[in-house]
């Protein structure tokens, strides 16, 4: 009886094994001699270029120092660490082999010429809503690079993430696959935004949080992740007591200073990706957002701004010294450290000395890109002379560091410093980065 148990168990196992290699099973696609640059139409090619930059695929594709698009660049995800690919045309290295059906399929499906599922840290999920006619120019833009010989760097993903084929029920589970369909109820405006939204920018990727499978939680549309120790904030409900305008948003979007400061961190290399874009396109996103960026504060929002300002500009009072110690040293310390740059003494605000009453890295509910930004700075965009904040790793402690957050969240949030701060500190001065902090 056991025995037959057994053989029945034995049998089931290896169909079960057999069914899913048949599910995950894809075919390769026959190579081809990789084109001669002149045989795309230079319009296609530049169009190509613009969908490549606002795509923002050399930033993913590139290594530190290594030429653009020949791949290399390390990613430490939670799943382990994972290199991108060289996507010059280089025939041995690089897709210089791959037809354009073949790079089709990458970007619709998440699957390489070879056949071998790829891993969704490529946002083939976003990409797939593309159209085929911008697929045909990207595919055109990337066969008239320059060919750079690159070998793919080998993984080191965790037992059982490495396992390719396991991507297949990923996919089944998640990929959403074909082109973007407009939605015919919305204004063109709001279809472009959301066209490019969804598909070629991927904010969902940084903005909408994830499954324990690494998935975006479609049922929360940006409503908040955390990347690479930032968090990208929610982009559906406002942290900050500012409400986002369609106008901020495009001020924002096109690296320029608002309010509540600027793009930081990993939003950096996407808002020079963005540049690429025409205007018109980055009012199409800001109309797609506008939509659904709820205020966190119903109160009107002047009178809120207003009273917060209002409040960042004063002191704290001698007998608040006297009986909270730890808040004078906070304000002492914020005064000496980051007053000269940050405070609008009450005033009308002044774009370039960011509001911190208004800034989301200190309304939201997690301290890291407050402690990013203090632990190394703010670089000024393309590094160009302008405003810029130094890093003050080396020049405060942890402790200093939490005295001032707690004086900045009382003061300016109304809110008690955010709980387990010094362990987030300590933590965050020594985690690995897929991206450099300082840009
Ligand atoms: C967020 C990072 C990221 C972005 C943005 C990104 N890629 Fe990738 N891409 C990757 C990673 C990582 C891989 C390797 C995945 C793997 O090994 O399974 C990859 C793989 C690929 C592949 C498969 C190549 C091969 O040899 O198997 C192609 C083609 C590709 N990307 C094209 C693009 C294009 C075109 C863009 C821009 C429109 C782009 N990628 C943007 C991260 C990215
Ligand atoms: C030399 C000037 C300078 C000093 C000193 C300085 N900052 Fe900044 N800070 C900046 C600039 C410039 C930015 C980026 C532009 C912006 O956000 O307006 C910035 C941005 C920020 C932001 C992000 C605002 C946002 O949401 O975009 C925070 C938070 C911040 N600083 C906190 C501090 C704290 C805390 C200190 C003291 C430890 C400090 N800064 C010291 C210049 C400075
Ligand atoms: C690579 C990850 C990444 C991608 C992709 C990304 N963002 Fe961000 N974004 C961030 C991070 C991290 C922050 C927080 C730092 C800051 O405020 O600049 C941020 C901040 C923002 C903010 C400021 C929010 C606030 O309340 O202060 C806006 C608005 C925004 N992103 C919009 C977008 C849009 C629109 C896109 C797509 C075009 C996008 N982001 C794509 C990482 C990303």
Redesign the pocket.
Known sequence: MFRRWLLGFLVLGVAGVLGFMAFAWRPAMAPIETPAPNAFAPELVAKGKVLAEAG?CASCHTAEGQPRFAGGHVFHTPFGILHSTNITPDPETGIGRWSETAFARAMREGVARDGSHLFPAFPFDHFTKLTDADIKALYAYLMTLAPASARRMPNDLLFPFDIRALQAAWKALYLDQGAFRPNPARSEEWNRGAYL?EGL???G???TPRNVLGAEQTGHPYAGSL?DG????A?DL???PAR?TKEE?VT??RGGTTV??R?????G??IKA?AALPDSDIQA?AAY?IDFNRPLNPTPEDATVKALRAAAGKGVPMTVWKREPRRFRGEQLYVTACGSCHDNGGSTPVATRSELALS??LWQRSPH?FINIVLDGVGSPDDAPGPMMPPFRNALSDRDIAEIADYLRRTRVGEPLWPFFGQAVQTMRSQPRSWPVLR
């Open positions: 923002n939204v920018t991927h904010c990727a940084c903005h990347v930032w968090v990208p904030p982009l406002s942290a900050s986002w948003l924002f979007l509540r400061g793009a930081v961190g990993s939003m290399p996407v963005l996103i957002f989301t890295a890109n």
